[in-house]
């Protein structure tokens, strides 16, 4: 038996049950991870308070980093003592240990500690799938970014950045505005003292930008569509605020803009889009060009705390979990 963290009844952070679970052995293609690291991501609040759909009982969790003790029989390409990370698919990550399929997993490079490999392997593919290939950032773009000092946020500033993008940041209070303009924003807009999509109408001329990254949902989708520009993106990758209601075609008509409503899943389906897009996440975290901000760490066993403080925008960049046996 291994500590983990089941969801036995949807609703507030008091439902997330610390107790024992049983793991078991890896059957074919598949391996037994002892977890150092589970990054904590705002689906995980999705799935425990019943917006996105699971069958309960479950253990959540969608992101961890450890180390292999067990292969499947016949596996081959993975052993015992692999530092390996894994992001999305399957759920059951709250967990000292786990049994993954190989197929999941990447192998985590030296230069890249286990702590920073859970904080950014879901949200720096997420960064990577928008600003690359959702819609792909250019120099010469001026984009804006919601939640800006959050998880993904943090990594979508710098990114851009790096990018040549001219970045716009919203967020909600002065020290976010702070670590946004650290992470490379040109413009930080504070949204609840200032009428976002005034303020981006004046710093771009009244032109609008090319894409809006709204991870934000339902209390900033107006607002954001008003801030694009003709034939502008806009990239609905969330709703923190609460799910955004049916959008008429008219809505998008004045401005001929592309609306769309993106998962970093969808854009790691197969092995080798998987394997590119961690790689080049990995590659721009060891070069230096992301700094991963590990704002926040609580053992597994407060990871009720934890989604308090991340549901009440308490939390800033990355909250990684640590399981209590580590
Ligand atoms: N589509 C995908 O594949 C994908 C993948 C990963 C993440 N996501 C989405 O990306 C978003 C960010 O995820 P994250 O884990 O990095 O979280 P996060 O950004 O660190 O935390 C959420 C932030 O959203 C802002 N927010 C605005 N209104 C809020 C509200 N009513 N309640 C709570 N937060 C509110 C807050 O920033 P301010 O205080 O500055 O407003 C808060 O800090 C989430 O919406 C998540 O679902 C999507």
Same mark, same amino acid.
């Given at each position: 038996?291994?500590?983990? &963290?089941? %969801?036995? +009844?949807? *609703?507030?952070? !008091? $439902?997330?049950?610390?107790? @024992? &679970?049983? %793991?078991? +052995?890896? *059957?074919?293609? !598949? $391996?037994?991870?002892?977890? @150092?690291?589970?990054?904590?991501n705002?689906i995980d ?16 969790g969608r992101e ?23 992001a999305g698919?399957?759920m059951?990550s ?28 879901l ?204």
């Amino acid at each position: 038996m291994v500590k983990g &963290v089941r %969801v036995y +009844e949807l *609703g507030g952070p !008091e $439902v997330l049950k610390y107790e @024992d &679970v049983e %793991v078991g +052995e890896p *059957g074919e293609g !598949e $391996v037994r991870v002892k977890i @150092d690291a589970i990054g904590l991501n705002f689906i995980d609040v999705y799935f425990r308070t019943g917006v996105y759909k699971a069958d309960l009982p479950f253990i959540l969790g969608r992101e961890a980093v450890g180390v292999v003790t067990a292969v499947g029989p016949g596996l081959t390409g993975r052993k015992v003592g692999d530092r390996v990370a894994y992001a999305g698919n399957p759920m059951g990550s709250y967990c000292e240990e786990m049994v993954l399929p190989a197929n999941v997993l990447v192998s985590v490079p030296d230069a890249v500690d286990s702590i920073t490999a859970a904080a950014v392997m879901l949200k720096g593919m997420t960064a990577q799938f928008l600003l690359r290939r959702c819609f792909k950032v250019e120099p010469g773009h001026t984009i804006l970014i919601h939640a800006a000092a959050g998880g993904v946020g943090s990594l979508l500033c710098q990114w851009a950045n790096a990018l040549g993008a001219v970045v716009i940041g919203c967020v909600s209070n002065k020290e976010k505005a702070a670590q946004a303009v650290e992470d490379g924003c040109h413009h930080v807009i504070i949204y609840k003292e200032q009428d976002f999509v005034e303020r981006v109408k004046d710093i771009t001329d009244g032109k609008g930008v090319q894409v809006v990254y709204d991870s934000v949902g339902k209390d900033t989708f107006q607002g954001s569509l008003a801030c694009l520009s003709l034939r502008g993106y806009m990239v609905c990758y969330g709703q923190s605020s609460g799910v955004i209601g049916p959008v008429p075609l008219s809505a998008l008509a004045a401005k001929s803009i592309f609306l769309t409503r993106p998962s970093m899943m969808h854009y790691t389906t197969t092995r080798d889009e998987l394997l590119s897009t961690a790689g080049e996440l990995f590659a721009e975290v060891a070069s230096g060009v992301l700094k991963v901000r590990v704002n926040q760490t609580y053992p597994l066993s407060q990871v009720a705390q934890a989604h308090a403080d991340l549901e009440a925008r308490k939390t800033t960049g990355s909250t990684v979990l640590l399981p209590d046996s580590v």
